[in-house]
């Protein structure tokens, strides 16, 4: 089975700042890694796919990067309405088809 | 604009089975351009895929939950249903139904049910 790791488990960061989180994954995956961003009390969205593509509607501030094992997600510039729990998520598109997320980064107020 | 919507019993009791349902609005769940999927979420954890599933009937399951899992889709009712035999507290999860779209993305999420598992 693949493992997804991502670092740092939590950041403390301000407004405007560069924040960039990592994501590893235990075996080569390619580009089969996505993106989310979670509030508290709210689903999941979905903010990359295909580890560099943006969804539709997500600001541009957003970015993501990588390929093989290791992935960064990016915020280029910190707003108030991105403090928030950030996943990665493999899809294993082999069947059996799965998906594996990893543990989350919580990204709160310095 | 699409929109999904978990139901189902908020208590379920150790040792049952948990059913869920989710139901699709503003499209059509018989579409073959999409996978219809559960995810879960312990309090305080983070995410867990469970399964997914096709208009057609065809599923893929989480291999930690296949045993106690089907996955079930009526197209009729625009709805897909989740049943989970043999719970446990460790099954107390907030679930959530999602869209499977190209690429592998879950785009559009129903805002989640609490299920809490105890007797």
């Known amino acids: 089975d693949i493992q997804m790791t991502q670092s740092p488990s939590s950041l403390s960061a301000s407004v405007g700042d560069r924040v960039t989180i990592t994501c590893q994954a235990s075996?080569?995956?390619?580009?089969?890694l996505n993106w989310y961003q979670q509030k508290p009390g709210k689903a999941p969205k979905l903010l990359i796919y295909?580890?560099?593509n943006l969804e539709t509607g997500v600001p541009s501030r957003f970015s993501g990067s990588g390929s093989g094992t290791d992935f960064t997600l990016t915020i280029s510039s910190l707003q108030p309405e991105d403090f928030a729990t950030y996943y990665c998520?493999?899809?294993?598109?082999?069947?059996?088809?799965?998906?594996?997320f990893g543990p989350g980064t919580k990204v709160d107020t310095k | 604009q699409l929109q999904l919507q978990e139901s189902g019993p908020g208590l379920v009791k150790p040792s049952e089975t948990l059913s869920l349902t989710c139901t699709v609005s503003?499209?059509?769940?018989?579409?073959?351009?999409?996978?219809w999927g559960w995810i879960r979420q312990p309090p305080g954890k983070g995410l867990e895929w469970i399964g997914s599933?096709?208009?057609?009937?065809?599923?893929y399951y989480n291999p930690s939950l296949k045993s106690r899992l089907t996955i079930s889709v009526d197209t009729s009712k625009n709805q897909f249903s989740l049943k989970l035999s043999s719970v446990t507290a460790a099954d107390t999860a907030v679930y959530y139904c999602?869209?499977?779209?190209?690429?592998?993305?879950?785009?559009?999420w129903g805002k989640g049910t609490t299920v809490t598992v105890s007797s």
């Open positions: 295909d580890a560099s």
């Open positions: 599933i096709y208009y057609s009937g065809s599923t």
């Open positions: 503003g499209g059509s769940i018989n579409i073959n351009s999409y996978y």
């Open positions: 999602a869209r499977e779209s190209s690429h592998y993305r879950m785009d559009v």
């Open positions: 998520q493999h899809y294993d598109n082999v069947p059996p088809k799965a998906f594996t």
């Open positions: 075996q080569d995956i390619s580009n089969y």
